[in-house]
């Protein structure tokens, strides 16, 4: 990859204190990707570039790079960081319960079902093997 044309441009744009137009085209495109990369939807990168969404549309198909869909609504809890579930893939905040396992309130039940009936069947296997 080569170097930025302007790096101090585009580390301001990409704080948002720049507009992207500011940049050169090579620096735009890098600035795209790399929000995009951030998982950034095309609105949030025209919010933050002051480009219009038809600016980063264009740019982002140039390079290839598929749109980031916006995360469904969530329960908005101050401070909380979101994650999908591991078992149903909807997205959850991080609790001080979910953060161990990774899932939603909805599934950890169901894994814990899930792995005391695992256990369960490992015990009377090896109690099988042992006693023939």
């Not at 090579?26 to 795209?32: A, E, H, P, Q």
């Not at 980031?68 to 999908?84: H, K, L």
């Not at 909805?106 to 023939?132: E, F, K, N, W, Y």
């Amino acid at each position: 990859m080569k170097r930025l044309d302007h790096p101090e441009r585009f580390r301001q744009a990409l704080a948002g204190h720049l507009p992207g137009e500011a940049l050169s085209p090579y620096d735009r495109r890098v600035l795209v990707s790399t929000l995009v990369g951030r998982c950034m939807t095309d609105r949030e990168i025209s919010e933050l570039t002051k480009w219009t969404d038809y600016t980063v549309v264009r740019i982002r198909e140039h390079l290839g790079l598929e749109p980031v869909s916006a995360p469904p609504d969530v329960r908005d809890e101050p401070g909380a960081n979101y994650i999908p579930c591991l078992l149903c893939n909807e997205i959850t905040a991080v609790t001080t319960e979910s953060a161990g396992h990774g899932m939603c309130p909805d599934c950890s039940p169901v894994m814990a079902q899930t792995r005391a009936t695992v256990r369960r069947h490992r015990v009377l296997a090896g109690i099988r093997a042992r006693t023939g």
